[in-house]
């Protein structure tokens, strides 16, 4: 069974320029989430989706960042435009439906390296 | 809030030896999960381990345990008999239920392994 898929793994780009990042969850998984992590921390959630629905993007920058699944399978986590702030790895995970209040194992990407000169 | 803490920036042994990565963490929740996972230099974070807070027995596969610990609010990981392998970081991260399944991750801890 494949894992779950990002594009482009590593991505150098100018202050100030878009930059694109794709993910396909496990087949299945109605749950997805982008992470992203800075070097030395762990991965900090930026939004959930529940199938097509973002149900949790308190922690997404949306003055520059946005995000969509349209078809609640593969998503695209966008920023415009970049800061060098945002250097940081970019992950993606998904799960399998949640039942009850049981946590979901989360299975992870590679994740898309950034780093904005 | 919830919090985890991974007080061990990194940690070097020696092939063969035991070592333990602790994990403490903060939730006003009664209900609650944590994860041990692990992230080799490839960057992909790959799942040990979910514990939820009603079962404390340890666990042990293989060369892993783990001690649950709710008095001290502490999860902690054995690697016994460590390997060159084993060299990654290792994150523990707590689930509140009810939070959407959103994982709150620790700052890691670097292990390696040397020969």
Redesign the interface.
């Known amino acids: 069974e494949a894992?779950v898929v990002q594009s482009p793994r590593y991505k150098i780009i100018e202050k100030k320029q878009p930059v694109a990042f794709w993910c396909n969850p496990i087949s299945g998984h109605n749950?997805l989430y982008w992470y992203r992590q800075n070097l030395?921390?762990?991965?900090?959630?930026l939004i959930?989706y529940e199938n097509e629905e973002a149900?949790?993007d308190s922690q997404l920058p949306k003055d520059r960042f946005s995000a969509e699944r349209l078809k609640g399978v593969d998503s695209t986590l966008k920023i415009q435009p970049a800061e060098l702030g945002d250097s940081a790895?970019y992950?993606c995970?998904s799960?399998p439906p949640?039942i009850g209040?049981?946590?979901?194992?989360?299975?992870?990407?590679?994740?898309t390296?950034l780093t904005v000169l | 809030a919830q919090k985890?803490t991974q007080a061990q920036t990194e940690i070097s042994v020696v092939e063969k030896e035991d070592v333990t990565l602790d994990c403490v963490y903060e939730t006003r929740d009664t209900?609650?999960?944590l994860?041990w996972?692990k992230q080799p230099p490839?960057?992909?974070?790959?799942?040990l381990i979910?514990r939820?807070s009603f079962d404390e027995q340890n666990e042990i596969s293989g060369r892993y345990s783990w001690n649950f610990q709710k008095s001290t609010s502490s999860f902690n990981f054995t690697i016994t008999a460590s390997q060159v392998v084993d060299s990654a970081v290792y994150?523990c991260?707590l689930?509140e239920?009810?939070g959407?399944?959103?994982?709150t991750?620790?700052?890691?801890t670097q292990l390696k392994v040397e020969l």
């Open positions: 894992g749950t030395g921390q762990g991965p900090e959630l959930r149900v949790d790895v992950l995970a799960s949640i209040l049981a946590a979901a194992e989360q299975f992870f990407g590679p994740g390296r | 985890v209900t609650y999960y994860f996972y490839s960057g992909e974070l790959v799942f979910r939820n994150f991260a689930s239920t009810g959407g399944n959103k994982l991750f620790g700052t890691g």
